[in-house]
């Protein structure tokens, strides 16, 4: 499937999310109305040893179609033999991790370090380009520091290279995730650029998306820890986006958990899914009367089954409206992009 095609149609994007994006989440995710969805980022050279690990990361399923696959690296060759890999995976495009602010990828020249020179980005993403047929991606950040926002010059090099789009996150590499995500210099970089642009940062509501997405001009809009509060916010942006209002539509907690369960448990691994429901079940609480008490109860169920249960009746008892707090300020303050 045509991912600009789709983007069209949908331009509301499941971003990356090392540790929560995994096949499980990525179809739930999809059933919950995201347009595109990438993986996790993989180890360039995971994939060039055939680690188990690393190949079991880029699994996924025809339901999560068009479908990203991210990757790591800093030497060309071994990026270009990656991304030859995942085609051949059945991937349907290639997506480079170029916004990875942890110290332990960019000591390496790998993730955002990548961004400080652009005319060696653009040789290294030609290469990749030339050993693949499916389209190229690229999630930067908005430069390295704030003495060096070179997004619009990343851009442009990418766009040489052959890349079909960027994602952005409105941040530099020295800001880590504080502050706020820049987007009058997102909806700049999209006015000088020659490519799609998917703009991203702080998306806390399908309101938000919505007008994000409208005042920057971008081609797209990427959510992250939006949908880890609010499992509904691709539905509720896309219904704003074609109608222009938001309609009164289904929000059924437990039947949404429900589904969620069901492609948790295709691991068949009992540990695994009643770790997993219990995370995420614990942050769509965020924000909702007593939900510290009813995480308390969550984190003394051992299964996956206990976790639906007491989950089921903590949400049968509130209303969407009732969440409060849907800002990011202090949620989940690290990760790869
Ligand atoms: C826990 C966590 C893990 C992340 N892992 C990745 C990753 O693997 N690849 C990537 O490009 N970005 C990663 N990111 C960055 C997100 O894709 C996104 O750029 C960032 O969270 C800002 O968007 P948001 O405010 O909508 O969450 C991660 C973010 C978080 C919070």
Known sequence: MDPLVSLKKNPFVLAPMAGITDNAFRSFMKEMGAGIVVTELISAYGIEYRSHRTIDLMSFTSQQRPIGVQIFGEDATVLAKAASFVESAGADFVDINLGCPVPKVVKKGAGSAMLKDPCKLG?????????????????????????????????????????TWVAIHGRTRAQGYSGQADWDFIGEV??????????????????????????????????????????????????????GQAMAMERDFPQTLEKLKAYVDLRLDQRYSALQMKKFTAWFSSGYPNSQAFRKKLFTETTADGVLE???????????SQQEDTSHENFLMGGHG
Not at 128 to 150: C, E, F, M, Q, V
Not at 152 to 158: H, L, N, P, R, S
Not at 218 to 242: S, T, Y
Request: hydrophobic residues 40%; contains cysteine.
């Open 123 to 163: 040789e290294i993403l030609s290469t990749i380009k030339a050993a693949i047929k499916i389209p190229l991606t690229i999630k930067i950040r908005t430069g390295w520091d704030d003495s060096s926002k070179n997004a619009i010059d990343v851009v442009k090099a990418a766009a040489d290279a052959g890349v």
């Open 310 to 320: 007491v989950s089921k009746d903590y949400f049968s008892t509130l209303s969407l």
């Open 190 to 243: 999209k006015s000088k650029s020659p490519i799609p642009i998917i703009g991203n940062g702080d998306i806390s509501s399908a309101t938000v998306a919505v007008r994000r997405l409208k005042e920057s001009g971008c081609d797209g809009v990427m959510i992250g820890r939006g949908c880890l509060k609010n499992p509904w916010i691709f539905k509720q942006a896309l219904e704003i986006h074609q109608s």
